[in-house]
């Protein structure tokens, strides 16, 4: 122990001379913070981003969301794989269809709800429950339309469900499909495009249809008018939403290839609006008089013939 504090004080006497002998010398305590450089935050410190990396992300956000969605990543043939498609809860389905319905003018509705974790919970049961509320609304609306009329007999079409589940179904998976090929094959010809994922595009046709739901329930209401008035509210609302979402990925490209495709989407829309309109609901009865027995009040006058 001696020996130790011997140490302790000849170092400390080598430290009193150094500093005797450089007054100017700069000492470092351990209990001072280290300075950092003020040139490291300059990064943290830039402006805030552009319009364009708000509604797409940047790419340091998809490398970030890339990664993450590597980690829960797994082989096609396991359940897990599947299960990460449906991996949402109440609330995040719910906000997700309010942003369908009430489009923020300015906002991608991929880079505001989706891109976190894209899903296909919402827009199968969204589509499944189109489908019914189609085909059950139009049958209703074909029983109160002939409600009265002595040669109309009311059969149930139930034809009209898998007619409109193979009409809706096929827009939801076909024309994503072809929209995502379309935009890969794009981003190959010019570099700023910004491709969406197949299942991206599948969650924001499968969201936008939901307004279709209760539209479809009004159209129960037995005037055409009326029909045709709801239908263009509910095209105008989906319809935004498709635009704001594919019009920034695609607005870097030729002028005339740019709007080429954003008037095919809203085309096809309309078109699935309208076909579900006239078809389900628009579409004329065959009314069958009922067959008339004629009477025979006459007398039949039989005579023997000798």
């Known amino acids: 122990i001696a020996c130790f ?5 000849a170092e400390f006497d080598d430290a009193a001379n150094l500093l005797a002998a450089n007054p100017d010398a700069t000492t470092i305590s351990i209990d001072e913070p280290v300075e950092v450089p003020k040139n490291q935050h300059s990064r943290l410190q830039e402006p805030g981003r552009e319009e364009d990396d708000e509604l797409l992300g940047t790419d340091d956000s998809d490398k970030t969301e890339l990664l993450a969605g590597q980690k829960k990543s797994a082989p096609f043939w396991t359940f897990e794989y599947y299960q990460t ?5 109440t609330y995040q389905v719910l906000d997700r269809i309010k942003g369908s319905v009430f489009p923020v003018p300015g906002k991608n509705f991929v880079r505001l709800y989706i891109r976190s974790n894209p899903d296909l919970y ?4 969204i589509c499944a429950t189109l489908v019914f509320t189609i085909a059950v609304s139009g049958n209703l609306s074909n029983f109160f339309i002939h409600l009265g009329k002595p040669t109309y007999h009311y059969v149930p079409e139930f034809r009209k469900v898998s007619i409109a589940a193979t009409t809706i179904y096929a827009y939801a998976w076909l024309v ?8 890969m094959w794009r981003n190959t010809k010019v570099m700023n ?3 969406y994922s197949f299942l991206e595009i599948v969650c924001v046709y499968g969201y936008s249809l939901f307004i279709y739901i209760p539209t479809a329930i009004l159209w129960i209401i037995p005037q055409k008018v009326v029909r045709w008035v709801l239908m263009v509210f509910s095209l105008c609302l989906s319809g935004s939403v498709l635009v704001m979402t ?3 990925a695609v607005r870097d490209d030729n002028r005339r290839i740019a709007v080429a495709t954003v008037a095919t989407v809203l085309l096809l ?3 699935l609006a309208v076909g579900c309109l006239a078809y389900f609901f628009d579409a004329p009865e065959l009314e069958i008089p009922a067959p008339i027995i004629p009477a025979h009040n ?3 006058v039989i005579t023997k013939s000798h």
Do not use: C, K, N, R
């Open 246 to 248: 594919f019009w920034p």
């Open 298 to 300: 006459a007398t039949t």
């Open 269 to 271: 829309h309309a078109l």
């Open 193 to 195: 495009i910004v491709s």
């Open 122 to 125: 919402g827009p199968f049961w």
């Open 5 to 9: 504090v011997m140490y302790l004080f």
């Open 85 to 89: 498609f449906f991996d949402v809860d």
């Open 176 to 183: 994503p499909l072809a929209l995502w090929g379309f935009l």
